[in-house]
């Protein structure tokens, strides 16, 4: 091979290899008696939140409230799988990943262009399920739709059914994608449960992966790549 072209490829591969990271930075240890919610929560899709405005008590007069409630108010909105809310005289915002600040400041802004609004709070009035990929040696794998305050690695692996038999318990993999970067950590569940070892578990966000192995091992080729590419198919079906 030509020493130009071995050139080209060496930074190729190196740019493919930066993909798929090992990192414990992007994931939160999971602790006893903390829930999901203990730090600055940010909005997700599905979330159902409540407008309290200033000099309209009624609300807007438009809803788009849970489905699950046998009623709903005129100041309840719906924030849909795209991420965005339709909100009365701005029409769809994208709400999902910001804090409840942020997302009163936003719709603010963008309704004091219409009417006058001297104040306003925005609250969470129902949370919406979080879809976690459960895939390897589990006995139910597949998406698992999970409680915010029970989302972790353990209480997904515990939904889908448990470990079977092949499964290798002290090898369970994370995987998050961020930017298009697929970051991984690897947790040891067995010390978790035997040890009470508090850091093998770790808080999940919407669309992560869990993956357990057999007990022979992992090949990241066969045995993890081939559900990431699945997860995106299905990601880019339903986003």
Not at 100 to 122: D, F, G, H, T, W
Not at 135 to 146: C, F, L, N, R, Y
Not at 163 to 188: A, E, H, N, P, W
Request: proline share 4%; hydrophobic share 35%.
């Amino acid at each position: 091979m030509a020493p130009a072209m071995a050139a080209q490829e060496q930074p190729a591969q190196a740019e493919e290899q930066q993909k798929y990271v090992e990192s414990d930075d992007v994931f939160r240890t999971a602790g006893l008696g903390s829930g999901q919610l203990t730090g600055e929560y940010r909005l997700a899709k599905y979330d159902v939140i409540s407008l309290n405005i200033v000099g309209f008590p009624e609300g807007l007069g438009y809803s788009t409230g849970s489905s699950s409630s046998s009623s709903s108010s005129s100041n309840e909105l719906l924030i849909g799988p795209d991420g965005r809310a339709a909100i009365p005289y701005i029409g769809n915002v994208k709400l999902a990943g910001l804090t409840l600040n942020e997302a009163r400041e936003l719709i603010q802004s963008k309704l004091s262009e219409y009417i006058r609004i001297p104040s306003m709070s925005v609250s969470v009035k129902e949370y919406g399920k979080r879809k976690v990929y459960v895939m390897g040696e589990v006995a139910k794998p597949g998406i698992q739709e999970m409680d915010i305050d029970s989302l972790n690695a353990y209480a997904a692996i515990t939904s889908a059914g448990g470990f079977t038999k092949r499964g290798r318990s002290t090898r369970v993999q994370v995987l998050r994608v961020i930017d298009d970067t697929m970051y991984y950590t690897q947790l040891d569940m067995k010390n978790y449960v035997r040890r009470h070892d508090m850091t093998q578990n770790v808080f999940l966000q919407d669309g992560d992966i869990v993956y357990v192995p057999k007990s022979n091992g992992i090949r990241w080729n066969e045995d993890v790549l081939p559900y990431v590419t699945a997860w995106a198919l299905v990601k880019n079906l339903t986003d």
